[in-house]
């Protein structure tokens, strides 16, 4: 059972320069979340999506994009990166709205920008 | 609204017990449970629902009080698994399942 799968799992990025997190679980779940996690701060909500083709801002979405052309995948964009992106990033799907349903949850990426 | 978790940071010994909170400033729908090990993805414990319902995973349960808007986790004969950081998520009825996230109780097991 793969679950959900973050590539890369490490990555240094130069600043301004551009890059796609990928994301994708393999459970055929509808919902999915894009999360930053910033030391000692928790989990922020960056993008998320209810099913293909279907995409909504959360808290912090300024200066990432997402697409999902399917169900399984969902990646996150980032155009210019700033040192204000450095984070670990986390995936999470759900199968659907309900809110007596877990969150499920990729590896991360450790993302830094220098 | 971002949920606040108190205490910061607990220390135990082995066996010892531990309550850690989940406070909202909105009326409370759902609260999610996850504990997180350095440098790990989040793990599910439980959820708790409107109605007071308490559960139980191992040796760790949780309470839901919608009167004080507050979710208390309990570590009972706390094991040096249980250490980790744990996050509450709050859920509202119509959000597509969106949790804020509070900042997280760390939580220190000794031998």
């Known amino acids: 059972n793969a679950g959900v799968t973050q590539t890369p799992k490490f990555r240094i990025l130069k600043i301004g320069q551009s890059m796609t997190l990928q994301c994708t679980q393999d459970m055929n779940h509808n919902y999915m979340y894009w999360y930053r996690q910033d030391p000692g701060m928790g989990l922020k909500l960056i993008y998320y999506s209810v099913g293909a083709g279907i995409t909504d801002k959360g808290e912090v979405p300024n200066g990432y994009n997402v697409s999902r052309s399917t169900t399984e995948d969902f990646p996150l964009r980032l155009e210019l990166a700033a040192p204000s992106q450095t984070s670990v990033y986390f995936c999470a799907s759900t199968p659907h709205p309900g809110s007596n349903q877990p969150q499920h949850f990729g590896d991360g990426t450790r993302l830094s920008i220098l | 609204q971002q949920p606040v978790q108190s205490p910061q940071a607990v220390i135990l010994r082995e066996g010892e017990d531990a309550v850690i909170n989940c406070s909202s400033s909105?009326?409370?729908?759902?609260v999610h449970w996850y504990r997180q090990k350095h440098g790990e993805a989040p793990v599910f414990l439980m959820i708790?629902?409107?109605?007071?319902e308490q559960k139980g995973h191992d040796k760790i349960s949780a309470s839901f009080n919608e009167k004080k808007q507050q979710s208390s986790l309990y570590l009972t004969a706390s094991q040096l698994s249980y250490s980790g950081t744990y996050f509450c998520?709050?859920?509202?009825?119509?959000?597509?399942?969106?949790?804020?996230f509070g900042k997280g109780n760390q939580v220190v097991v000794i031998p």
């Open positions: 909105k009326a409370l729908y759902s």
């Open positions: 708790l629902l409107k109605g007071g």
């Open positions: 998520g709050t859920g509202r009825p119509y959000g597509n399942n969106r949790l804020a």
